[in-house]
């Protein structure tokens, strides 16, 4: 069974820096992009940022120039740093992954989700 098991988050001030870590298990053909997305109360869920398998990035507009994805194919991880963090970057923030699973008739490409993990952002 593949599941997305993500760590990281909490509390932390603005300013400051927080680091989430997602690792991809189970038994899969190929793992394609992987990232972050974030939903706040009363909004909807957003790109946070994405990397493909070749670790071309793309980052949310609030974002750009303050976190950085990055991924370890061999782990199967993807790292979301987060820096000069702002209570507006409170949400909880959800694994999200592209992967390929064979079976008996073939293979099957899916989104997964993690279970989410809250950021809170203090100012």
């Known amino acids: 069974q593949v599941q997305l098991v993500e760590s990281g988050g909490g509390l932390q001030q603005a300013g400051e820096s927080l680091r989430l870590s997602c690792e991809a298990s189970?038994?899969?053909?190929?793992?394609?992009?992987m990232g972050w997305y974030r939903e706040a109360p009363g909004k909807q869920r957003e790109l946070v940022a994405t990397?493909?398998?070749?670790?071309?990035?793309n980052y949310g507009d609030d974002v750009k120039g303050r976190f950085t994805i990055s991924r370890d194919n061999a782990k199967k991880t993807v790292n979301l740093q987060m820096n000069s963090l702002k209570p507006e970057d409170t949400a909880v923030y959800y694994c999200?992954?592209?992967?390929?699973?064979?079976?008996?008739?073939?293979?099957?490409?899916?989104?997964?989700w993690g279970q989410g993990t809250q950021v809170t952002v203090s100012s």
């Open positions: 999200y992954a592209v992967i390929t699973t064979s079976h008996d008739h073939g293979v099957r490409t899916n989104e997964y």
């Open positions: 189970g038994r899969m053909t190929s793992l394609g992009k």
């Open positions: 990397t493909s398998t070749y670790s071309s990035a």
